[in-house]
Each structure stands twice: as C-alpha cells, then as structure tokens.
C-alpha cells in the first residue's frame, strides 16, 4: 500500500512555520525586475530570498517556487536565482522572469547567510531532537509557496516548482505532499534511495537528506508518484554518480505505476541523456522551458 501524505510528513517531520516579509529592494533590468527580499520566519529568525518577475503591471499570472541546490558551495544559497551555479546554464531567475514567470527562491539552512551553522551541526541536533533538517527545509519551502501564492500578481492555481540536486529533491518530495504546486520540474536529483546504499553512492548525498526509517515505509519513487496525476519532468543524467541508472529505473517504475494507476501515465516524462554527469545540459532547459508552458 502507498505511503499516506499524512504518514509522510510524520516521517519527514515537516516543520510548521510562516514567512513574513520584512524588506524587498526591486532593480528593473529592462525586460524583469530583480526583487532582494527578507523575510521572518515565525521563529523570529530572519533569512533572505529573491524574486524575479517581469516588468510591473503584469496581470496575475503563472509563479515558479525555485529550490537552490546543494553542491557543497555553502556559500551560494538562494543567490543562485541570481547568479547561478556552475552546475547550471546560467541563472534561471532572468530567464523564467523572461518567460513570464514570478519565480521566488528562499534560503535554506546552514546555506549563504545562514551558513554560519554547519549541515552536520544543524542535522545531528535536529535528529536528536527528534527532527530533521531535511524537515525543516521542507516546511520553510511550503511557507514561501504560501507567501508567493498570495501575491497579487501571481495566479495561485498556476505555481509550479523546480530546482536542480538538493532543489530537485526539495521539489518533488514537496510536491507529493502540497497539492497546491500545480506542476513539477527537476533535476539531477532523482533516483531509488534503497538502490543508492545498496551501490554506495548514497554516501554522496548531504546530511540533510537523513529521514529516519523512510525506507522502512515507502520509496522515493513512489514518494514522487503522489504527485499524480500532476504533471512532472524528471531529467536525469545517465553518468550522474548521484543517480546511477539502476537507482534511477527503479524509482521511475515506482513512479509510473502510481501515474497509471490514476490514468495519468502520460503526466510523467522522464528524461535521461547519456555521458551527462551532474549538471543541467540545454535540452533539460529546452524540455523545462517548455513543461513549464504547457502545464502553467
């Protein structure tokens, strides 16, 4: 039987908090507009974000929820929207804003200006506090998706969200269990987790990642099969020491016979590319650029 939503947050111990907006500076660039946000969460603890939209006086139209990757750079964070990454083509915010997309990326733990606290410090005290970081940032990024869906410019049926590496796994375990994302895309993060320990690459994972007995009660592919029958883009590189292939055919025949099983087979794309390691090439971009149209 599949894992229940509820039962799920239970296993990821999904932190239940608010964002509060406290500043924002807006640049125009001439075809979007480059917002610098912070924010308060219900903890009192600020953390920093950053909006890109297009040019003022849009109508409500479609958002994009934007998870930043992991990458050990612990210094990037959500400036990554900005400034990108190396394993990225460039920085998505300009070019989705472009697209017409309101697209917001938040700062997650132990990350840029919260790096101040180690990823291992920040998950071994959460564990034994009966938490998780991994958590924690879950419930971070479902309060900035409430936040982005309240805007007056964003139409709230039409956010989707999307992210590369620890992004990606953000996006998809979100989305399984926030109806209110309306379409997911990912990258570079996808792959049976039970598979990973049993190759070793497991241990290329962060610490964040660490969710006591998840494995005991369901599967990451079937965890990215509650998105059903919402629209998903898996993309995948085939030489990905993250995602051996292996890893990745059992988590997407998981994933699948969840989307049949709701008549919705054709919701889900998986797209693989040979002699692609660990980064975005530009016919992931192309195939996100183009979900995205589709589906928001």
């Given amino acids: 039987m599949t894992i229940s939503i509820k039962r799920l947050r239970a296993l990821l111990h999904?932190?239940?908090?608010?964002?509060?907006?406290?500043?924002?500076?807006?640049?125009?660039?001439?075809?979007?507009?480059?917002?610098?946000?912070?924010?308060?969460?219900?903890?009192?603890?600020?953390?920093?974000?950053?909006?890109?939209?297009?040019?003022?006086?849009?109508?409500?139209?479609?958002?994009?929820?934007?998870?930043?990757?992991?990458?050990?750079?612990?210094?990037?964070?959500?400036?990554?929207?900005?400034?990108?990454?190396?394993?990225?083509?460039?920085?998505?915010?300009?070019?989705?804003?472009?697209?017409?997309?309101?697209?917001?990326?938040?700062?997650?733990?132990?990350?840029?200006?919260?790096?101040?606290v180690t990823e291992s410090?920040?998950?071994?005290?959460?564990?034994?506090?009966?938490?998780?970081?991994f958590g924690q940032m879950l419930g971070e990024q479902a309060?900035?998706?409430?936040?982005?869906?309240?805007?007056?410019?964003?139409?709230?049926?039409?956010v989707g969200m999307t992210g590369i590496s620890m992004g990606a796994t953000l996006s998809y375990f979100l989305a399984a269990i926030d109806g209110r994302i309306s379409a997911?895309?990912?990258?570079?993060?996808?792959?049976?987790?039970?598979?990973?320990?049993?190759t070793g690459a497991h241990d290329l994972h962060g610490h964040y990642l660490t969710i006591p007995g998840l494995l005991s009660e369901t599967a990451t592919g079937e965890i990215a099969g509650l998105i059903a029958p919402r629209p998903q883009l898996i993309c995948v590189g085939l030489d990905d020491p993250l995602t051996p292939k292996r890893a990745i055919e059992r988590a997407f025949a998981?994933?699948?016979?969840?989307?049949?099983?709701?008549d919705a087979a054709g919701a889900v794309t998986l797209l693989e590319e040979a002699g692609i390691g660990h980064r975005e090439t530009p016919s992931m971009r192309r195939a996100v650029l183009d979900f995205l149209k589709r589906h928001l």
């Fill in 143 to 158: 309060a900035a998706l409430t936040w982005l869906a309240a805007r007056g410019d964003v139409d709230a049926r039409r």
């Fill in 14 to 116: 999904v932190a239940d908090t608010s964002l509060e907006l406290v500043t924002s500076v807006a640049e125009d660039h001439g075809d979007h507009i480059a917002e610098q946000l912070r924010f308060r969460l219900s903890s009192g603890s600020e953390i920093r974000g950053f909006l890109t939209r297009p040019p003022a006086g849009s109508a409500p139209g479609p958002a994009i929820l934007y998870a930043h990757a992991h990458g050990g750079r612990y210094e990037i964070g959500a400036s990554e929207l900005m400034e990108g990454r190396p394993a990225l083509l460039d920085a998505p915010g300009p070019v989705l804003a472009r697209e017409g997309y309101v697209t917001l990326c938040i700062e997650m733990p132990t990350f840029g200006e919260r790096a101040d």
């Fill in 121 to 133: 410090v920040a998950s071994k005290a959460a564990l034994w506090h009966g938490r998780t970081l």
């Fill in 184 to 198: 997911v895309a990912h990258l570079c993060s996808y792959a049976d987790f039970a598979t990973l320990i049993e």
């Fill in 254 to 262: 998981d994933t699948l016979a969840a989307y049949t099983a709701r």
